[in-house]
């Protein structure tokens, strides 16, 4: 499955995070789902882990930062995020 364009990083990780949370996501959503994870697999899993990341320490800010750019740099690159 084709994952949709999305006008932001935001926007992406929101809907990524709803289906994540939804258990009882249809077989459509399922394929988005795992066609979203699939473009998140290929950061580092530093950086997945980045991302999840809720601590508020400005350590984990800049770290949650570089993984939001390298992860917009590869959505971008995909036509799923504009530039």
């Not at 473009?39 to 997945?48: F, G």
């Given at each position: 499955m084709k994952v949709p364009a999305y006008s932001s990083?935001?926007?992406f990780l929101a809907h990524y995070h709803a289906l994540r949370s939804d258990p009882s996501r249809?077989?459509?959503?399922?394929?988005?789902?795992?066609?979203?994870?699939?473009?998140?697999?290929?950061?580092?899993?530093?950086?997945?882990?980045?991302?999840?990341?809720?601590?508020?320490?400005?350590?984990?800010?800049?770290?949650?930062e570089r993984a939001e750019l390298q992860l917009r740099r590869e959505l971008a690159a995909r036509g799923i995020v504009a530039g």
């Open positions: 990083l935001s926007a249809g077989s459509d959503n399922e394929q988005l789902f795992a066609a979203m994870s699939a473009v998140i697999a290929t950061l580092a899993p530093e950086a997945r882990g980045a991302l999840d990341s809720v601590e508020d320490s400005a350590r984990a800010k800049r770290h949650r």
